[in-house]
Protein backbone atom coordinates (compact mmCIF):
# COMPACT_ATOMS: atom_id res chain seq x y z
CA UNK A 1 0.00 0.00 0.00
CA UNK A 2 1.30 3.11 -0.99
CA UNK A 3 1.31 6.02 1.57
CA UNK A 4 0.14 9.55 0.61
CA UNK A 5 3.38 10.92 2.08
CA UNK A 6 4.60 13.44 -0.96
CA UNK A 7 7.67 11.62 -2.63
CA UNK A 8 11.39 11.94 -1.30
CA UNK A 9 12.29 15.95 -2.06
CA UNK A 10 14.82 15.52 -4.75
CA UNK A 11 17.82 17.15 -3.25
CA UNK A 12 18.88 19.61 -6.07
CA UNK A 13 21.40 18.40 -8.71
CA UNK A 14 24.56 20.72 -8.21
CA UNK A 15 24.65 23.55 -10.41
CA UNK A 16 27.78 22.59 -12.24
CA UNK A 17 28.69 19.63 -12.56
CA UNK A 18 31.91 18.24 -10.67
CA UNK A 19 35.18 17.85 -12.22
CA UNK A 20 38.29 15.89 -10.84
CA UNK A 21 40.28 19.26 -11.92
CA UNK A 22 37.61 21.66 -10.01
CA UNK A 23 36.78 20.11 -6.97
CA UNK A 24 34.40 22.40 -4.93
CA UNK A 25 34.94 22.48 -1.35
CA UNK A 26 32.13 20.20 0.27
CA UNK A 27 29.28 22.45 1.00
CA UNK A 28 28.55 20.93 4.58
CA UNK A 29 25.14 23.02 5.03
CA UNK A 30 23.30 22.02 2.19
CA UNK A 31 24.55 17.54 2.41
CA UNK A 32 23.93 18.24 5.82
CA UNK A 33 19.90 19.46 4.70
CA UNK A 34 19.92 16.67 1.90
CA UNK A 35 20.63 14.26 4.74
CA UNK A 36 18.71 15.17 7.05
CA UNK A 37 15.10 15.68 5.01
CA UNK A 38 16.29 12.24 3.65
CA UNK A 39 16.63 10.60 7.16
CA UNK A 40 13.55 12.13 8.56
CA UNK A 41 11.28 10.95 5.54
CA UNK A 42 12.92 7.34 5.35
CA UNK A 43 11.76 7.24 8.57
CA UNK A 44 8.62 8.40 8.75
CA UNK A 45 7.63 6.00 5.87
CA UNK A 46 9.45 2.93 7.48
CA UNK A 47 7.56 3.83 11.10
CA UNK A 48 4.64 3.73 9.25
CA UNK A 49 5.04 0.11 7.37
CA UNK A 50 5.98 -1.06 10.56
CA UNK A 51 2.81 0.09 12.37
CA UNK A 52 0.69 -1.31 9.18
CA UNK A 53 2.51 -4.92 9.72
CA UNK A 54 2.27 -4.97 13.97
CA UNK A 55 -0.85 -3.17 14.31
CA UNK A 56 -3.46 -5.98 13.07
CA UNK A 57 -1.38 -8.40 14.88
CA UNK A 58 -1.84 -6.67 18.47
CA UNK A 59 -5.54 -6.52 17.44
CA UNK A 60 -5.82 -9.95 17.17
CA UNK A 61 -3.91 -10.84 20.57
CA UNK A 62 -6.11 -7.77 22.10
CA UNK A 63 -9.23 -9.22 20.68
CA UNK A 64 -8.18 -12.70 21.74
CA UNK A 65 -8.79 -11.31 25.47
CA UNK A 66 -12.50 -9.37 25.00
CA UNK A 67 -15.64 -11.02 25.28
CA UNK A 68 -18.17 -11.57 22.03
CA UNK A 69 -20.61 -8.74 22.75
CA UNK A 70 -17.52 -5.70 23.06
CA UNK A 71 -15.57 -7.68 20.03
CA UNK A 72 -18.67 -6.79 17.94
CA UNK A 73 -19.31 -3.07 19.71
CA UNK A 74 -16.07 -1.67 20.05
CA UNK A 75 -13.32 -3.28 17.85
CA UNK A 76 -10.33 -1.33 19.34
CA UNK A 77 -10.82 -1.05 22.74
CA UNK A 78 -9.24 -2.28 25.06
CA UNK A 79 -10.62 -5.40 26.89
CA UNK A 80 -12.58 -4.55 30.12
CA UNK A 81 -10.98 -7.58 31.89
CA UNK A 82 -8.68 -10.65 30.78
CA UNK A 83 -10.84 -13.71 29.61
CA UNK A 84 -8.76 -16.09 29.86
CA UNK A 85 -10.93 -18.50 29.37
CA UNK A 86 -11.61 -17.62 25.47
CA UNK A 87 -8.33 -19.33 26.07
CA UNK A 88 -9.17 -22.46 27.54
CA UNK A 89 -12.56 -22.53 25.83
CA UNK A 90 -10.25 -22.42 22.69
CA UNK A 91 -7.82 -25.34 23.79
CA UNK A 92 -10.52 -27.99 25.04
CA UNK A 93 -14.27 -27.42 23.45
CA UNK A 94 -12.82 -25.95 20.04
CA UNK A 95 -10.08 -29.15 19.31
CA UNK A 96 -6.94 -26.72 19.26
CA UNK A 97 -5.33 -29.58 21.21
CA UNK A 98 -6.01 -32.08 18.92
CA UNK A 99 -4.98 -29.70 15.79
CA UNK A 100 -1.88 -28.91 17.36
CA UNK A 101 -1.46 -32.59 18.26
CA UNK A 102 -1.68 -33.89 14.41
CA UNK A 103 0.55 -30.69 13.57
CA UNK A 104 2.98 -31.96 15.78
CA UNK A 105 3.02 -35.30 14.10
CA UNK A 106 2.45 -34.31 10.69
CA UNK A 107 5.23 -31.96 10.77
CA UNK A 108 7.53 -33.96 12.67
CA UNK A 109 7.62 -36.63 10.40
CA UNK A 110 7.19 -35.16 6.89
CA UNK A 111 10.57 -33.20 8.19
CA UNK A 112 12.88 -35.54 9.45
CA UNK A 113 11.92 -37.54 6.39
CA UNK A 114 12.30 -34.66 4.02
CA UNK A 115 15.86 -33.99 5.35
CA UNK A 116 16.77 -37.79 5.14
CA UNK A 117 15.35 -38.43 1.91
CA UNK A 118 16.66 -34.91 0.09
CA UNK A 119 19.91 -34.81 1.44
CA UNK A 120 19.96 -38.62 0.15
CA UNK A 121 18.76 -37.49 -3.62
CA UNK A 122 21.05 -34.89 -3.24
CA UNK A 123 24.30 -36.37 -2.27
CA UNK A 124 24.28 -38.60 -5.34
CA UNK A 125 23.52 -35.85 -7.57
CA UNK A 126 26.17 -33.73 -6.69
CA UNK A 127 28.85 -35.99 -6.16
CA UNK A 128 28.08 -39.20 -8.39
CA UNK A 129 28.17 -38.81 -12.45
CA UNK A 130 26.07 -41.77 -14.26
CA UNK A 131 23.69 -41.75 -16.96
CA UNK A 132 20.41 -39.96 -16.03
CA UNK A 133 21.86 -37.70 -13.44
CA UNK A 134 20.76 -34.66 -15.13
CA UNK A 135 17.62 -35.48 -16.07
CA UNK A 136 16.85 -36.87 -12.71
CA UNK A 137 18.58 -33.28 -11.40
CA UNK A 138 15.88 -31.40 -13.60
CA UNK A 139 12.77 -33.38 -12.92
CA UNK A 140 13.19 -33.00 -9.21
CA UNK A 141 13.95 -29.08 -9.85
CA UNK A 142 10.72 -28.87 -12.14
CA UNK A 143 8.38 -29.61 -9.46
CA UNK A 144 9.17 -25.99 -7.92
CA UNK A 145 7.86 -24.10 -10.67
CA UNK A 146 4.51 -26.38 -12.09
CA UNK A 147 1.55 -25.27 -10.59
CA UNK A 148 0.52 -28.26 -7.39
CA UNK A 149 -3.07 -27.54 -7.81
CA UNK A 150 -2.86 -29.71 -11.25
CA UNK A 151 -1.60 -32.61 -9.71
CA UNK A 152 -3.89 -32.48 -7.00
CA UNK A 153 -7.23 -33.86 -8.29
CA UNK A 154 -5.53 -36.86 -9.38
CA UNK A 155 -3.25 -37.29 -6.53
CA UNK A 156 -6.38 -37.01 -4.41
CA UNK A 157 -7.63 -40.76 -6.18
CA UNK A 158 -4.02 -42.19 -6.06
CA UNK A 159 -3.60 -41.48 -2.09
CA UNK A 160 -7.61 -42.44 -1.89
CA UNK A 161 -6.76 -45.73 -3.49
CA UNK A 162 -3.86 -46.90 -2.07
CA UNK A 163 -5.74 -46.33 1.64
CA UNK A 164 -3.65 -43.94 3.11
CA UNK A 165 -6.52 -40.44 2.35
CA UNK A 166 -7.64 -39.20 5.54
CA UNK A 167 -3.63 -41.06 7.59
CA UNK A 168 -1.32 -39.01 9.02
CA UNK A 169 1.14 -40.76 7.51
CA UNK A 170 -0.32 -40.73 4.37
CA UNK A 171 -0.07 -36.44 4.41
CA UNK A 172 3.55 -37.11 5.73
CA UNK A 173 4.53 -38.79 2.62
CA UNK A 174 2.42 -36.40 0.36
CA UNK A 175 4.02 -33.22 2.59
CA UNK A 176 7.64 -35.19 1.70
CA UNK A 177 7.38 -35.56 -1.87
CA UNK A 178 5.91 -31.96 -2.51
CA UNK A 179 9.22 -30.60 -0.03
CA UNK A 180 12.30 -32.82 -2.21
CA UNK A 181 12.17 -30.09 -5.25
CA UNK A 182 13.59 -27.40 -3.39
CA UNK A 183 15.21 -29.33 -1.04
CA UNK A 184 17.46 -31.18 -3.67
CA UNK A 185 17.75 -28.39 -5.14
CA UNK A 186 19.45 -26.65 -3.00
CA UNK A 187 21.36 -29.51 -0.71
CA UNK A 188 22.66 -30.50 -4.22
CA UNK A 189 23.96 -26.84 -4.47
CA UNK A 190 25.20 -27.40 -0.86
CA UNK A 191 26.70 -30.54 -1.51
CA UNK A 192 29.16 -29.30 -4.02
CA UNK A 193 30.43 -26.59 -2.32
CA UNK A 194 31.79 -29.15 0.58
CA UNK A 195 35.88 -30.38 -0.43
CA UNK A 196 36.11 -33.40 -1.62
CA UNK A 197 39.17 -34.82 -0.45
CA UNK A 198 37.76 -35.61 3.13
CA UNK A 199 35.48 -38.27 1.51
CA UNK A 200 38.18 -39.96 -0.83
CA UNK A 201 40.32 -40.01 2.88
CA UNK A 202 37.85 -41.58 4.20
CA UNK A 203 37.01 -43.99 1.09
CA UNK A 204 39.98 -45.28 0.56
CA UNK A 205 40.27 -46.11 4.57
CA UNK A 206 37.89 -48.43 3.84
CA UNK A 207 34.58 -46.74 4.96
CA UNK A 208 31.44 -47.67 2.18
CA UNK A 209 29.82 -45.35 0.16
CA UNK A 210 26.84 -45.11 2.69
CA UNK A 211 28.93 -44.88 5.96
CA UNK A 212 31.43 -42.12 4.46
CA UNK A 213 27.63 -40.28 3.89
CA UNK A 214 26.22 -40.89 6.88
CA UNK A 215 29.19 -40.37 9.47
CA UNK A 216 31.39 -37.83 7.21
CA UNK A 217 29.18 -35.64 4.43
CA UNK A 218 26.00 -35.43 6.74
CA UNK A 219 27.34 -33.53 9.74
CA UNK A 220 29.55 -31.72 7.67
CA UNK A 221 26.40 -30.21 6.03
CA UNK A 222 24.97 -29.32 8.69
CA UNK A 223 24.17 -25.36 8.12
CA UNK A 224 23.12 -26.55 4.86
CA UNK A 225 20.73 -28.83 6.59
CA UNK A 226 19.53 -26.30 9.29
CA UNK A 227 18.87 -23.68 6.43
CA UNK A 228 16.87 -25.71 4.45
CA UNK A 229 15.02 -27.41 7.57
CA UNK A 230 13.79 -24.20 8.81
CA UNK A 231 13.00 -23.59 5.02
CA UNK A 232 10.44 -26.35 5.06
CA UNK A 233 9.75 -26.75 8.81
CA UNK A 234 7.69 -23.29 8.53
CA UNK A 235 6.31 -24.33 5.07
CA UNK A 236 4.81 -27.40 6.18
CA UNK A 237 3.93 -26.09 9.47
CA UNK A 238 2.08 -23.51 7.58
CA UNK A 239 0.84 -25.71 4.81
CA UNK A 240 -3.17 -25.31 3.79
CA UNK A 241 -3.73 -26.12 0.60
CA UNK A 242 -2.73 -30.17 0.47
CA UNK A 243 -4.19 -30.85 4.25
CA UNK A 244 -7.04 -29.16 2.69
CA UNK A 245 -7.62 -31.47 0.04
CA UNK A 246 -6.63 -34.96 1.07
CA UNK A 247 -7.09 -34.26 4.61
CA UNK A 248 -11.02 -34.33 4.97
CA UNK A 249 -11.65 -36.42 8.17
CA UNK A 250 -12.21 -33.89 11.15
CA UNK A 251 -10.70 -35.69 13.72
CA UNK A 252 -7.55 -35.31 11.45
CA UNK A 253 -7.16 -31.68 10.77
CA UNK A 254 -4.09 -29.52 10.96
CA UNK A 255 -3.78 -26.65 12.87
CA UNK A 256 -4.52 -24.01 9.79
CA UNK A 257 -7.30 -26.35 8.75
CA UNK A 258 -8.72 -26.39 12.21
CA UNK A 259 -8.66 -22.21 12.16
CA UNK A 260 -10.31 -21.96 9.17
CA UNK A 261 -13.14 -24.84 9.85
CA UNK A 262 -13.43 -23.35 13.32
CA UNK A 263 -14.04 -19.65 11.61
CA UNK A 264 -16.60 -21.50 8.91
CA UNK A 265 -18.88 -22.73 12.36
CA UNK A 266 -19.01 -20.15 14.27
CA UNK A 267 -21.65 -18.61 11.99
CA UNK A 268 -23.57 -20.72 13.91
CA UNK A 269 -21.95 -20.82 17.35
CA UNK A 270 -20.91 -17.54 17.91
CA UNK A 271 -18.16 -17.55 19.92
CA UNK A 272 -15.18 -14.98 17.86
CA UNK A 273 -13.52 -15.04 21.21
CA UNK A 274 -12.64 -18.14 21.22
CA UNK A 275 -11.95 -18.31 17.93
CA UNK A 276 -9.35 -15.13 18.09
CA UNK A 277 -7.48 -16.94 21.11
CA UNK A 278 -7.12 -19.76 18.86
CA UNK A 279 -5.75 -17.55 16.18
CA UNK A 280 -3.39 -16.16 18.19
CA UNK A 281 -2.63 -19.18 20.08
CA UNK A 282 -0.95 -20.51 16.53
CA UNK A 283 0.53 -17.26 15.79
CA UNK A 284 2.72 -16.91 18.58
CA UNK A 285 4.58 -19.74 18.99
CA UNK A 286 5.99 -19.36 15.31
CA UNK A 287 6.44 -15.69 16.31
CA UNK A 288 8.20 -16.39 19.35
CA UNK A 289 10.45 -19.28 17.51
CA UNK A 290 11.06 -16.78 14.76
CA UNK A 291 12.21 -13.78 17.41
CA UNK A 292 14.68 -16.37 19.09
CA UNK A 293 16.00 -17.67 15.55
CA UNK A 294 15.42 -14.93 14.18
CA UNK A 295 18.82 -15.14 11.92
CA UNK A 296 18.57 -18.84 10.94
CA UNK A 297 15.00 -18.10 10.25
CA UNK A 298 15.45 -15.23 7.89
CA UNK A 299 18.61 -17.18 6.69
CA UNK A 300 16.81 -19.94 5.45
CA UNK A 301 13.97 -18.63 3.95
CA UNK A 302 16.47 -16.20 1.82
CA UNK A 303 18.84 -19.08 1.13
CA UNK A 304 16.83 -20.14 -1.62
CA UNK A 305 15.99 -17.12 -3.22
CA UNK A 306 20.01 -15.51 -2.81
CA UNK A 307 21.90 -18.74 -5.28
CA UNK B 1 35.50 -45.11 -6.20
CA UNK B 2 34.08 -47.55 -8.65
CA UNK B 3 33.00 -50.51 -6.27
CA UNK B 4 29.76 -50.91 -5.66
CA UNK B 5 29.08 -47.09 -6.93
CA UNK B 6 25.96 -48.14 -9.01
CA UNK B 7 24.32 -50.66 -6.51
CA UNK B 8 24.57 -47.37 -4.02
CA UNK B 9 23.44 -44.86 -5.91
CA UNK B 10 20.51 -46.52 -7.27
CA UNK B 11 20.11 -47.69 -3.24
CA UNK B 12 20.30 -43.93 -2.40
CA UNK B 13 17.77 -42.64 -5.33
CA UNK B 14 15.17 -45.17 -5.28
CA UNK B 15 13.19 -44.17 -2.05
CA UNK B 16 13.03 -40.30 -2.48
CA UNK B 17 13.09 -40.81 -6.37
CA UNK B 18 9.58 -43.69 -6.24
CA UNK B 19 8.33 -41.51 -3.85
CA UNK B 20 8.44 -37.97 -5.88
CA UNK B 21 7.35 -40.09 -9.56
CA UNK B 22 4.22 -41.54 -7.27
CA UNK B 23 3.07 -38.32 -5.89
CA UNK B 24 3.96 -35.54 -7.51
CA UNK B 25 5.10 -36.62 -11.61
CA UNK B 26 2.43 -39.48 -11.43
CA UNK B 27 -0.36 -37.11 -11.12
CA UNK B 28 0.93 -34.43 -13.17
CA UNK B 29 0.92 -36.71 -16.28
CA UNK B 30 -2.18 -38.15 -15.57
CA UNK B 31 -4.06 -35.00 -15.03
CA UNK B 32 -3.12 -33.98 -18.47
CA UNK B 33 -4.45 -37.69 -19.87
CA UNK B 34 -7.89 -36.97 -17.55
CA UNK B 35 -8.23 -33.55 -19.26
CA UNK B 36 -9.14 -35.71 -22.44
CA UNK B 37 -11.66 -37.82 -20.90
CA UNK B 38 -15.05 -36.82 -19.22
CA UNK B 39 -14.00 -38.40 -16.03
CA UNK B 40 -16.33 -37.44 -12.60
CA UNK B 41 -14.03 -38.30 -10.63
CA UNK B 42 -16.86 -40.14 -8.18
CA UNK B 43 -16.62 -43.41 -10.63
CA UNK B 44 -14.01 -45.02 -12.07
CA UNK B 45 -15.95 -45.18 -15.31
CA UNK B 46 -14.84 -42.72 -17.85
CA UNK B 47 -13.87 -42.34 -21.59
CA UNK B 48 -12.09 -40.13 -24.28
CA UNK B 49 -13.82 -37.10 -25.01
CA UNK B 50 -11.14 -35.58 -27.31
CA UNK B 51 -11.01 -31.90 -26.85
CA UNK B 52 -14.42 -31.04 -25.51
CA UNK B 53 -13.05 -30.09 -22.34
CA UNK B 54 -11.23 -27.58 -24.04
CA UNK B 55 -14.03 -26.08 -26.22
CA UNK B 56 -16.23 -26.00 -22.99
CA UNK B 57 -13.28 -24.24 -21.28
CA UNK B 58 -13.09 -21.11 -23.91
CA UNK B 59 -16.94 -21.28 -23.56
CA UNK B 60 -17.18 -20.76 -20.32
CA UNK B 61 -17.23 -17.11 -18.62
CA UNK B 62 -16.15 -18.24 -15.33
CA UNK B 63 -12.57 -19.68 -16.63
CA UNK B 64 -12.02 -16.36 -18.58
CA UNK B 65 -12.77 -14.09 -14.75
CA UNK B 66 -10.62 -16.48 -13.30
CA UNK B 67 -7.84 -16.05 -15.70
CA UNK B 68 -8.42 -12.47 -15.94
CA UNK B 69 -7.97 -12.07 -12.04
CA UNK B 70 -5.01 -14.84 -12.12
CA UNK B 71 -2.89 -12.80 -14.70
CA UNK B 72 -3.73 -9.11 -12.62
CA UNK B 73 -2.16 -11.37 -9.59
CA UNK B 74 0.78 -13.06 -11.96
CA UNK B 75 1.44 -9.18 -13.15
CA UNK B 76 0.22 -6.26 -10.55
CA UNK B 77 1.16 -8.00 -7.19
CA UNK B 78 4.84 -8.29 -8.06
CA UNK B 79 5.40 -5.33 -9.28
CA UNK B 80 3.69 -3.46 -6.55
CA UNK B 81 5.63 -5.90 -3.97
CA UNK B 82 8.84 -5.79 -5.13
CA UNK B 83 8.69 -2.08 -5.39
CA UNK B 84 7.60 -1.57 -2.18
CA UNK B 85 10.30 -3.80 -0.65
CA UNK B 86 12.85 -2.03 -3.31
CA UNK B 87 11.91 1.36 -1.18
CA UNK B 88 12.12 -0.23 1.59
CA UNK B 89 14.96 -1.99 1.84
CA UNK B 90 16.78 1.22 -0.03
CA UNK B 91 15.34 3.43 2.82
CA UNK B 92 16.63 1.15 5.50
CA UNK B 93 20.20 0.50 3.79
CA UNK B 94 20.79 4.00 1.95
CA UNK B 95 18.65 6.17 3.60
CA UNK B 96 20.81 7.12 6.67
CA UNK B 97 21.87 10.65 8.22
CA UNK B 98 25.40 11.33 7.55
CA UNK B 99 27.78 10.80 10.29
CA UNK B 100 30.97 12.66 10.90
CA UNK B 101 33.82 10.30 9.69
CA UNK B 102 31.08 7.62 9.15
CA UNK B 103 30.58 5.91 5.90
CA UNK B 104 29.24 8.04 3.07
CA UNK B 105 26.02 5.10 3.09
CA UNK B 106 24.22 4.33 6.17
CA UNK B 107 21.30 2.29 6.93
CA UNK B 108 18.66 4.43 9.17
CA UNK B 109 19.45 3.93 12.68
CA UNK B 110 17.48 1.10 14.14
CA UNK B 111 17.51 -0.83 10.24
CA UNK B 112 17.88 -4.18 12.41
CA UNK B 113 14.13 -3.85 14.01
CA UNK B 114 12.53 -2.84 10.88
CA UNK B 115 14.11 -5.79 9.42
CA UNK B 116 12.82 -8.01 11.86
CA UNK B 117 9.51 -6.29 12.63
CA UNK B 118 9.06 -6.41 8.81
CA UNK B 119 9.09 -10.26 8.09
CA UNK B 120 6.79 -11.15 10.93
CA UNK B 121 3.93 -11.87 8.39
CA UNK B 122 6.24 -14.28 6.76
CA UNK B 123 6.53 -16.61 9.50
CA UNK B 124 3.02 -16.88 9.91
CA UNK B 125 0.74 -18.97 7.78
CA UNK B 126 -1.52 -17.56 4.70
CA UNK B 127 -4.13 -19.02 5.93
CA UNK B 128 -4.45 -17.71 9.66
CA UNK B 129 -3.51 -14.14 7.76
CA UNK B 130 -6.68 -14.63 5.77
CA UNK B 131 -8.56 -15.08 8.53
CA UNK B 132 -7.16 -12.39 10.51
CA UNK B 133 -7.85 -10.28 7.22
CA UNK B 134 -11.80 -11.32 6.47
CA UNK B 135 -12.10 -10.28 10.62
CA UNK B 136 -10.69 -6.74 9.75
CA UNK B 137 -12.11 -6.42 6.51
CA UNK B 138 -15.82 -7.00 8.31
CA UNK B 139 -18.03 -3.63 7.08
CA UNK B 140 -19.88 -3.34 10.62
CA UNK B 141 -17.26 -4.52 13.34
CA UNK B 142 -13.88 -5.03 11.63
CA UNK B 143 -10.74 -3.08 12.56
CA UNK B 144 -10.36 -1.71 9.48
CA UNK B 145 -13.79 0.33 8.92
CA UNK B 146 -14.03 1.13 12.89
CA UNK B 147 -10.74 2.58 12.89
CA UNK B 148 -11.90 5.06 10.06
CA UNK B 149 -14.94 5.75 12.32
CA UNK B 150 -11.82 6.66 14.77
CA UNK B 151 -10.40 8.84 12.74
CA UNK B 152 -13.44 11.00 11.70
CA UNK B 153 -13.81 9.37 8.64
CA UNK B 154 -17.39 7.86 9.97
CA UNK B 155 -18.89 8.32 5.73
CA UNK B 156 -16.29 6.28 4.55
CA UNK B 157 -17.29 3.00 5.38
CA UNK B 158 -16.79 0.22 2.21
CA UNK B 159 -18.22 -3.11 2.18
CA UNK B 160 -14.50 -4.73 1.03
CA UNK B 161 -14.82 -8.24 0.36
CA UNK B 162 -18.64 -7.48 -0.15
CA UNK B 163 -18.40 -5.26 -2.17
CA UNK B 164 -17.45 -6.96 -5.80
CA UNK B 165 -15.43 -3.65 -7.12
CA UNK B 166 -13.47 -3.72 -4.19
CA UNK B 167 -12.98 -7.26 -3.20
CA UNK B 168 -10.28 -8.38 -5.28
CA UNK B 169 -8.38 -5.18 -4.26
CA UNK B 170 -8.79 -6.35 -1.02
CA UNK B 171 -7.57 -9.77 -1.28
CA UNK B 172 -4.56 -8.39 -3.38
CA UNK B 173 -3.51 -6.17 -0.35
CA UNK B 174 -3.57 -9.20 2.25
CA UNK B 175 -0.98 -10.55 0.08
CA UNK B 176 0.75 -7.75 -0.20
CA UNK B 177 1.07 -7.18 3.06
CA UNK B 178 2.46 -10.23 3.76
CA UNK B 179 4.79 -11.01 1.43
CA UNK B 180 6.75 -7.42 1.07
CA UNK B 181 8.74 -8.28 4.21
CA UNK B 182 10.05 -11.23 2.71
CA UNK B 183 11.49 -9.22 -0.14
CA UNK B 184 12.41 -6.13 2.28
CA UNK B 185 14.90 -8.81 3.75
CA UNK B 186 16.28 -10.53 0.85
CA UNK B 187 17.04 -7.19 -1.15
CA UNK B 188 18.76 -5.94 2.56
CA UNK B 189 21.02 -8.66 1.81
CA UNK B 190 21.67 -7.96 -1.36
CA UNK B 191 22.67 -4.49 -1.14
CA UNK B 192 24.32 -5.15 1.79
CA UNK B 193 26.88 -7.17 -0.35
CA UNK B 194 27.52 -4.10 -2.48
CA UNK B 195 30.89 -2.45 -2.21
CA UNK B 196 30.93 0.65 -0.72
CA UNK B 197 33.43 1.91 -2.92
CA UNK B 198 30.28 2.15 -5.64
CA UNK B 199 28.44 3.86 -3.76
CA UNK B 200 31.22 6.29 -2.61
CA UNK B 201 32.20 6.66 -6.48
CA UNK B 202 28.55 7.41 -7.43
CA UNK B 203 28.28 10.36 -5.14
CA UNK B 204 31.51 11.61 -6.40
CA UNK B 205 30.56 12.10 -9.76
CA UNK B 206 27.81 13.86 -8.28
CA UNK B 207 24.73 11.40 -8.33
CA UNK B 208 22.00 11.87 -6.11
CA UNK B 209 20.27 8.64 -3.88
CA UNK B 210 17.78 8.57 -6.87
CA UNK B 211 20.01 7.92 -9.37
CA UNK B 212 22.44 5.89 -6.58
CA UNK B 213 19.35 3.48 -6.65
CA UNK B 214 18.25 3.16 -10.31
CA UNK B 215 22.51 3.57 -11.44
CA UNK B 216 24.19 1.34 -9.09
CA UNK B 217 21.66 -0.54 -6.86
CA UNK B 218 19.47 -2.16 -8.81
CA UNK B 219 21.22 -3.06 -11.58
CA UNK B 220 23.56 -5.01 -9.40
CA UNK B 221 20.58 -6.56 -7.58
CA UNK B 222 19.29 -7.32 -10.70
CA UNK B 223 19.14 -11.30 -10.61
CA UNK B 224 17.94 -11.21 -7.16
CA UNK B 225 15.35 -8.92 -8.04
CA UNK B 226 14.34 -11.58 -11.19
CA UNK B 227 14.46 -14.70 -9.45
CA UNK B 228 12.13 -13.14 -6.49
CA UNK B 229 9.80 -11.96 -9.32
CA UNK B 230 9.26 -15.49 -10.73
CA UNK B 231 8.87 -16.60 -6.85
CA UNK B 232 5.84 -14.26 -6.44
CA UNK B 233 4.48 -14.79 -9.40
CA UNK B 234 4.21 -18.46 -9.07
CA UNK B 235 3.35 -18.22 -5.47
CA UNK B 236 0.27 -15.82 -7.02
CA UNK B 237 -0.99 -18.09 -9.25
CA UNK B 238 -0.57 -21.21 -6.81
CA UNK B 239 -1.20 -22.17 -3.38
CA UNK B 240 -0.60 -18.42 -1.37
CA UNK B 241 -3.62 -17.10 -4.05
CA UNK B 242 -6.11 -20.02 -3.22
CA UNK B 243 -5.37 -19.36 0.16
CA UNK B 244 -6.77 -16.03 0.63
CA UNK B 245 -9.46 -16.22 -1.57
CA UNK B 246 -11.25 -19.49 -0.51
CA UNK B 247 -10.89 -18.24 3.21
CA UNK B 248 -11.53 -14.63 2.67
CA UNK B 249 -13.83 -14.33 -0.14
CA UNK B 250 -18.16 -15.25 -0.18
CA UNK B 251 -18.57 -17.95 -2.30
CA UNK B 252 -15.75 -18.50 -2.14
CA UNK B 253 -14.74 -16.69 -5.48
CA UNK B 254 -17.39 -14.02 -5.16
CA UNK B 255 -19.07 -11.61 -4.69
CA UNK B 256 -20.19 -12.39 -7.89
CA UNK B 257 -17.50 -14.34 -9.51
CA UNK B 258 -15.38 -11.00 -8.52
CA UNK B 259 -12.41 -12.48 -7.22
CA UNK B 260 -12.54 -16.10 -8.68
CA UNK B 261 -9.18 -17.24 -9.45
CA UNK B 262 -7.83 -20.28 -11.40
CA UNK B 263 -6.38 -22.65 -8.47
CA UNK B 264 -9.91 -22.10 -7.11
CA UNK B 265 -11.60 -22.80 -10.00
CA UNK B 266 -9.73 -26.02 -10.37
CA UNK B 267 -10.57 -26.74 -7.27
CA UNK B 268 -14.11 -26.50 -6.56
CA UNK B 269 -14.82 -28.24 -10.03
CA UNK B 270 -13.08 -31.14 -9.48
CA UNK B 271 -13.98 -31.36 -5.37
CA UNK B 272 -17.04 -29.40 -5.22
CA UNK B 273 -18.64 -29.79 -8.36
CA UNK B 274 -17.87 -33.22 -9.48
CA UNK B 275 -15.99 -32.56 -12.82
CA UNK B 276 -12.54 -33.64 -12.80
CA UNK B 277 -11.88 -33.96 -16.00
CA UNK B 278 -13.25 -30.43 -16.86
CA UNK B 279 -10.95 -29.20 -13.43
CA UNK B 280 -8.08 -30.95 -14.84
CA UNK B 281 -8.65 -28.80 -18.12
CA UNK B 282 -8.54 -25.51 -16.25
CA UNK B 283 -5.48 -26.91 -14.44
CA UNK B 284 -3.24 -27.57 -18.08
CA UNK B 285 -4.56 -23.88 -18.78
CA UNK B 286 -2.92 -22.77 -14.96
CA UNK B 287 0.48 -24.78 -16.04
CA UNK B 288 0.73 -22.94 -18.67
CA UNK B 289 0.40 -19.53 -17.80
CA UNK B 290 2.55 -20.34 -14.92
CA UNK B 291 5.11 -21.60 -17.50
CA UNK B 292 4.62 -18.89 -20.00
CA UNK B 293 4.79 -16.21 -17.11
CA UNK B 294 8.36 -17.57 -15.75
CA UNK B 295 9.39 -18.14 -19.71
CA UNK B 296 8.81 -13.96 -20.41
CA UNK B 297 9.59 -12.58 -16.57
CA UNK B 298 13.21 -14.89 -17.71
CA UNK B 299 13.51 -13.84 -21.38
CA UNK B 300 12.49 -9.66 -20.86
CA UNK B 301 14.76 -9.73 -17.89
CA UNK B 302 17.84 -11.29 -18.95
CA UNK B 303 20.69 -8.90 -18.93
CA UNK B 304 24.29 -8.92 -19.02
CA UNK B 305 25.56 -9.93 -15.71
CA UNK B 306 27.01 -7.46 -13.43
CA UNK B 307 30.45 -9.22 -11.46
CA UNK B 308 31.46 -7.11 -8.41
Redesign the interface.
Known amino acids: ?2 TTETP ?1 P ?2 A ?2 GA ?2 TKTDVPPPAPPK ?2 K ?3 V ?2 V ?3 G ?2 VI ?2 F ?3 L ?2 L ?2 VMTSFKDDRS ?6 SLPDSLHFDNWSRAWTQANMSDYFLNTVLVVGGSLIGTLV ?2 S ?2 A ?2 LAR ?1 D ?1 PGNRF ?1 YF ?2 IG ?17 NNMGLLNTIHGLI ?2 Y ?3 S ?2 FT ?1 FFLTAFFRTLPTSIA ?1 AA ?1 VDGA ?3 RT ?1 FQIMLPMAKPGLISVGIFNF ?1 GQ ?5 LP ?2 LNTDPDKRV ?3 G ?2 QL ?1 VSQGYKGDWSGL ?1 AG ?1 VM ?2 LP ?2 A ?3 IF ?1 RQ ?2 QG ?2 AG ?2 K | MQHGKYRFIVGFLALPLGLYALFVVWPFIQSIYYSFTDWTGLSPEFKMVGFDNYSRMLDDDIFWKSLQHSLLFALLLPVVTIGLALFFAFMINVGGRKRRNGPVITGVRGSGFYKIVYFFPQVLSIAIVALLFAFAYNPDSGAINSLLRGIGLGDVQPLWLGDPDLALWAVMGVLVWSTVGFFVVLFSAGMASIPAEMYEAALLDGANRVTTFFRVTLPLLWDTVQSGWVYMGILALGAESFAVVQIMTTGPGGPDYSTTVMVLYVYQKAFRDGQAAYATTIGVALLVVTLAFAAVVMRLGRRERLEY
Do not use: C, D, R
Open positions: MKALPESPIEKEGTLNFSHVLWAMVVPLWAIFSSPWLGMAYVFFILFGMSFPIMLALVPLFYVVLVIAYLPVEFSHSFLWNQYMTVLTQLVAFLAMVLAYIQVVLTAL
